[in-house]
């Protein structure tokens, strides 16, 4: 007879069945306890999370994006394309889906031709989307799509380009990274210019790459503009000006070609001017983007001259021919006024003394008008208000108001001293006596989109009568016995003014007599005028005069314009 072994005591060596049963029971009570839990957790998601969980699982899922509208073109008179729209490409980033954005933005650089620490900031962090290069060529996004990184993705845009460069930069202006215009017709015809935008809304994979298209919405390209400037005239124009910027060292210099019958001008120039391409030295010379014949004013001498002679023709106060005896001085109070070039008494008519430029002849004439119809008929030729031309900035100039007259003033202000005039004023003064004694607003554009600019032509300012005999009279300037000689172009006859005026020390407050402003303005042919030219030259060495540095330029520029429009003399 066998027997089973015991252990000592006799008691069996495993637990008893009591107490394996309980450990099963626990190990039930737990189990049903997580899956209460469980559903419990399963039901607030179902339910009181439900919309938030939907939510972050479409925007994972899915991208909205704005696309983008191509800006309207801004096109020359003579159908060249001064700042359009090319296809570009921006690469972006969904950063907490890039696993290794150093090695990644090591990538990126080289194929994008990008600075490599740019890349690496805009790969950092673990937000949800990053720019990581805008106006990107689309060659260099195809090197940077092919590399195949999670989380970067590829959005077609537009990059501004200006096809000619350096010619009319400043009146065309800048465009800056969100696509609205910063200066220039860029900012001042932005609403016409800017498009509107479309919309697009695509699936998503989890590494950020385009699935399929859900919705969107086509955008709508801007309205082109279309400009008075000929660009072959406005290049022509800038190389003058900089050649004689060059010959006489001076600071800068200015032009304005405009058609003097409606005002639409054709060129408006400022040298030293900048390279749109490289906008880097703006931060340091920003004064170069401005066009200074809106923004800047200064004293324009002597081609001021014409007001007070015009004011007093109109009046019947002096004809042409009327002789005045002038000293070789004139004084006022404690102010003695004399020439520009001293010389004895004589005897000159009205013609002779704006032929001659003279100071105290014109100061004689502003005598019998006086302060008051003075002041009013430099306020007839618009001169203490802006012409409306349609440019960003422009400035109204300075007037002194008859009441803040003292008792000298009336040496300085008739002759063009102690007033700032902008060049776009003082061109469409003498548009006024050139089409015959109406007013007309300087202008840049003729069409938005199909739709042609409003007529600009304004009041009568002159009769008919004192403008022809403006306009003989500018033309004795011209000619071999007046100021502007070196303004005669071979084969026309020339109407125009020269204008030298000092400038005002800043620290001083004086004239500064080795500072001056020379200027010139002019039309032809005169009589039929289909042209008219206002240069202004700062700073030139030598002090030189308007007749010095000012009319060959103008030679210049109206000898080329009159033979690329085909006009006759």
């Known amino acids: 007879m066998s027997h089973r072994p015991r252990g000592r005591g006799g008691r069996s060596r ?107 900031d805009a790969l950092q962090g673990s937000g949800g989307y990053a720019v990581v290069a805008r106006n990107v060529a689309p060659e260099a996004a195809e090197r940077a799509r092919e590399l195949a990184i999670p989380g970067i993705a590829f959005e077609d845009t537009y990059e501004r ?21 910063l200066s220039g017709l860029e900012a001042q015809l932005d609403d016409h210019l800017t498009g509107e935008a479309g919309y697009r809304l695509e699936a998503r994979d989890p590494f950020g790459r385009p699935l399929r298209r859900i919705s969107d919405r086509e955008p709508v390209p ?10 072959v005239i406005q290049d022509r124009t800038e190389r003058i000006l900089s050649e004689t910027r060059e010959q006489f060292g001076a600071k800068a210099a200015t032009a304005i070609v405009m058609r003097p019958a409606d005002g639409a001008i054709l060129a408006m120039a400022t040298v030293p001017g900048f390279d749109p391409g490289h906008r880097d030295q703006l931060r340091d010379e920003p004064d170069l983007e401005r066009n200074r014949p809106v923004t800047d004013t200064f004293e324009p001498g002597s081609t001021f001259k014409v007001v007070t002679i015009a004011g007093a023709l109109e009046q019947g106060l002096v004809q042409a021919d009327t002789a005045f005896d002038l000293p070789s001085t004139l004084t006022r109070y404690d102010r003695t006024l004399a020439e520009a070039e001293p010389r004895p008494p004589v005897r000159w008519t009205a013609s002779e003394i704006l032929a001659k430029s003279s100071n105290v ?156 402003v020379a200027s010139f303005v002019g039309y032809a042919p005169a009589g039929r005028p289909q042209l008219l030219i206002a240069v202004a030259v700062d700073e030139p060495g030598g002090a030189a005069g308007g007749g010095a540095a000012a009319a060959p330029a103008f030679e210049q520029i109206a000898e080329f314009s009159l033979q690329t429009h085909g006009i006759s003399p």
Do not use: C
């Open 361 to 516: 002849g014109t100061v004689l004439v502003g005598e019998r008008l006086g302060p008051r119809e003075v002041n009013r008929w430099i306020e007839r030729f618009g001169f203490g208000r802006r012409t409306g031309i349609d440019f960003p900035g422009e400035v109204a100039g300075t007037v002194l108001a008859t009441e803040d007259w003292s008792g000298t003033s009336i040496l300085n202000i008739p002759i063009g001293q102690g007033v700032a005039v902008t060049l776009t004023q003082l061109a469409a003064a003498y548009a006024a006596i050139a089409n015959g004694g109406r007013a007309v607003r300087p202008h840049l554009v003729s069409h938005v989109g199909s739709k042609r600019a409003a007529p600009s032509r304004g009041p009568r300012i002159l009769t008919a009568r004192t403008a022809n005999a403006l306009d003989s009279m500018l033309r004795g300037v011209v000619s071999e016995d007046g100021t502007g000689t070196l303004a005669q172009v071979e084969g026309f006859e020339v109407a125009g003014k020269t204008g030298t005026a000092n400038k005002i020390d800043p620290t001083s407050g004086a004239y500064d007599e080795n500072r001056v």
């Open 14 to 120: 495993g637990p008893s069945a009591r107490l394996r049963r309980r450990r099963i029971q626990l190990l039930l009570m737990l189990a049903m306890g997580a899956l209460v839990l469980l559903g419990a957790r399963a039901g607030f998601l179902a339910t009181v999370r439900s919309a938030e969980l939907t939510e972050l699982a479409a925007g994972q899922q899915r991208r909205e994006a704005t696309v983008p509208a191509p800006r309207g073109a801004i096109i020359s008179r003579d159908r060249k394309r001064l700042a359009d729209d090319r296809l570009a490409v921006s690469v972006v980033a969904t950063p907490y889906l890039v696993r290794d954005p150093d090695r990644a933005a090591g990538q990126l650089a080289e194929a994008l031709g990008r600075d490599v620490a740019d890349v690496a």
């Open 222 to 231: 801007g309205r082109s503009v279309r400009l008075t400037v000929d660009t």
């Open 161 to 181: 380009l200006l096809p000619r460069g350096k010619v009319a930069a400043q009146l065309v202006g800048l465009v800056g990274d969100d696509r609205t215009g």
